[in-house]
């Protein structure tokens, strides 16, 4: 059985920091992407960074460019997202998911196989 598991979120002041862990498990493929979305209240669900274990490619959303890096540990199959300089914006439930097919966007919430059940991120400002 597949499962993604998310850790990591809480309440953290603006400006400051935290990182959240994704353990994928059960399942046999060596290329891979994991991507972190997140929904804020009352919004769209959002891709904000991608990882793809074949070669290590990344991918943000513009709006957390420069502020998180994502990184994994393939032997461990986890992914992390280091959240640095946060905003009230970047609020949200934080959401890790596996894409084993890869045939569609990286952010598209369509394409992805297995969900974690989300972790709470909530920046005050």
């Known amino acids: 059985e597949v499962q993604v598991v998310e850790s990591g979120g809480g309440l953290v002041q603006a400006g400051g920091s935290l990182r959240l862990s994704c353990a994928a498990s059960g399942f046999t493929s060596d290329d891979y992407a994991i991507v972190w979305f997140r929904q804020a209240p009352g919004k769209d669900i959002e891709g904000v960074s991608c990882i793809v274990s074949s070669d290590g490619s990344t991918y943000y959303a513009d709006s957390v460019k420069g502020r998180f890096t994502i990184s994994s540990d393939n032997a461990k199959n986890a992914v992390y997202l280091q959240m640095n300089s946060l905003k009230p914006e970047d609020t949200a439930v934080y959401y890790c998911?596996?894409?084993?097919?890869?045939?569609?966007?990286?952010?598209?919430?369509?394409?992805?196989?297995?969900w974690g059940k989300g972790t709470l991120v909530t920046v005050s400002s």
């Open positions: 998911a596996l894409d084993l097919t890869q045939a569609a966007g990286w952010d598209d919430e369509g394409g992805m196989d297995y």
